[in-house]
């Protein structure tokens, strides 16, 4: 990698609590002219040492995506290079090789971000089998609905992070998510985290009228929470699979106690384990070009008519590359 930019709205869209689509997709026409500019500068390379363009696709917002893949299929045209559209989750599960060589498989990966929390077994380039997910809030968009209900600001991770290390994880008990199967039992491995954010709604409601909210403690017991649950099913899941390696990528694995605490179950495991550079554990170009690179290696490359999707599991991601454009 000789270059990366990121031209980050957070602090735009935190007068929102989150989000705006809208919004995002303008953010993105206006900052991508200059970003592309200042890349290539600090590169210090020119067009004619460029292979391929390359942008998400799919999954994501459709704005936000529309405005990327024009601009990248338009460049591409422009110069005569290779396009390719490359799935945003394989471009997180592509984000630990910017620090580490991933082995050839299989591993496992645990994916968690704000849109997505999932276990994803990996055999090979390109060939992923999804092992368990949430069925509900994803744990990144557990951290900004909690954040918000304690009035933390947004983005939710990095705001609790901070909060909660004064706090004491052990002061309120909230709910783990167990999920019921239909034939009984419970799945060892899927996640839940719409209980806890409501149990911290109902804490926080029987605290109410007694002082100032103990937000260090609630925040604290939250996050200990959501750890607990990830690396605990992370780690049995591996286990389970005859796996060795744990991969950990997505916004979420920028958590320092999530970092510590699969650190201590992985040693004790044996398994090895990967996480993502903090500084590419949220969304970037980075990722996008890693996985860009592992493709186009393997002789892919995507048709100049291939659109975008809000939509489109990891498992399909060989559909981006198609001789048919799959939207």
Same mark, same amino acid.
């Given at each position: 990698?000789?270059?990366? =930019?990121?031209?980050?709205?957070?602090?735009?869209?935190? @007068?929102? $609590?989150?989000?705006?689509?809208?919004?995002?997709?303008? /953010? @993105?026409?206006?900052?991508?002219?200059?970003?592309?500019?200042?890349?290539?500068?600090?590169?210090?390379?020119?067009?004619?040492?460029? *292979?391929?363009?390359?942008?998400?696709?799919?999954? $994501?917002?459709?704005?936000?995506?529309?405005?990327?893949?024009?601009?990248?299929?338009?460049?591409?045209?422009?110069?005569?290079?290779?396009?390719?559209?490359?799935? @945003?989750?394989?471009?997180? #599960?592509?984000?630990?090789?910017?620090?580490?060589?991933? %082995?050839?498989?299989?591993?496992?990966?645990?994916?968690?971000?704000?849109?997505?929390?999932?276990?994803? =077994?990996?055999?090979?380039?390109?060939?992923?089998?999804?092992?368990?997910?949430?069925?509900?809030?994803?744990?990144?968009?557990?951290?900004?609905?909690?954040?918000?209900?304690?009035?933390?600001?947004?983005?939710?991770? %990095?705001?609790?992070?901070?909060?909660?290390?004064?706090?004491?994880?052990?002061?309120?008990?909230?709910?783990?998510?167990?999920?019921?199967?239909?034939?009984?039992? +419970?799945?060892?491995?899927?996640?839940?985290?719409?209980?806890?954010?409501?149990?911290?709604? /109902?804490?926080?409601?029987?605290?109410? $009228?007694?002082?100032?909210?103990? #937000?260090?403690?609630?925040?604290?017991? +939250?996050?200990?929470?959501?750890?607990?649950?990830?690396?605990? /099913?992370?780690?049995?899941?591996?286990? *389970?699979?005859?796996?060795?390696?744990?991969?950990?990528?997505?916004?979420?694995?920028?958590?320092?106690?999530?970092?510590?605490?699969?650190?201590?179950?992985?040693? *004790?495991?044996?398994? =090895?384990?990967?996480?993502?550079?903090?500084?590419?554990?949220?969304?970037?170009?980075?990722?996008?070009?890693?996985?860009?690179?592992?493709?186009?290696?393997?002789?892919?490359?995507?048709?100049?008519?291939?659109?975008?999707?809000?939509?489109?599991?990891?498992? @399909?991601?060989?559909?981006?590359? $198609?001789?048919?454009?799959?939207?």
């Amino acid at each position: 990698m000789l270059a990366s =930019r990121v031209a980050s709205q957070a602090e735009e869209h935190a @007068h929102y $609590g989150g989000v705006v689509p809208e919004l995002a997709s303008r /953010r @993105h026409v206006e900052a991508l002219p200059l970003l592309i500019e200042q890349a290539f500068a600090a590169a210090g390379v020119g067009w004619e040492e460029i *292979d391929a363009v390359a942008a998400t696709a799919a999954p $994501g917002l459709v704005g936000a995506l529309l405005v990327g893949v024009t601009t990248a299929k338009t460049l591409a045209l422009l110069h005569h290079k290779t396009f390719l559209g490359v799935h @945003h989750l394989e471009g997180h #599960l592509c984000s630990a090789q910017l620090e580490n060589p991933l %082995p050839p498989g299989p591993f496992l990966v645990l994916l968690v971000s704000g849109g997505h929390t999932m276990l994803v =077994r990996v055999d090979g380039p390109g060939r992923y089998r999804q092992l368990a997910s949430s069925v509900d809030d994803a744990a990144g968009e557990a951290f900004d609905k909690v954040a918000r209900l304690l009035g933390l600001g947004y983005p939710g991770g %990095p705001a609790i992070q901070a909060v909660a290390s004064r706090g004491d994880p052990q002061r309120f008990s909230f709910p783990r998510g167990r999920l019921r199967r239909p034939g009984g039992g +419970f799945d060892p491995y899927g996640f839940s985290f719409s209980g806890l954010k409501t149990a911290v709604l /109902r804490q926080v409601q029987a605290l109410e $009228g007694e002082g100032p909210l103990p #937000l260090a403690d609630l925040a604290a017991s +939250f996050e200990a929470v959501v750890v607990e649950v990830l690396a605990q /099913r992370s780690c049995r899941c591996a286990a *389970d699979q005859g796996l060795d390696t744990l991969v950990v990528v997505g916004g979420v694995a920028a958590n320092l106690r999530l970092r510590g605490e699969l650190d201590r179950r992985c040693r *004790d495991q044996g398994l =090895r384990l990967l996480v993502a550079p903090l500084e590419y554990c949220g969304d970037n170009a980075a990722m996008i070009g890693v996985a860009a690179c592992e493709r186009l290696v393997a002789g892919a490359a995507s048709g100049l008519e291939l659109g975008v999707s809000s939509r489109l599991s990891l498992e @399909h991601a060989e559909l981006l590359y $198609g001789a048919e454009a799959p939207f």
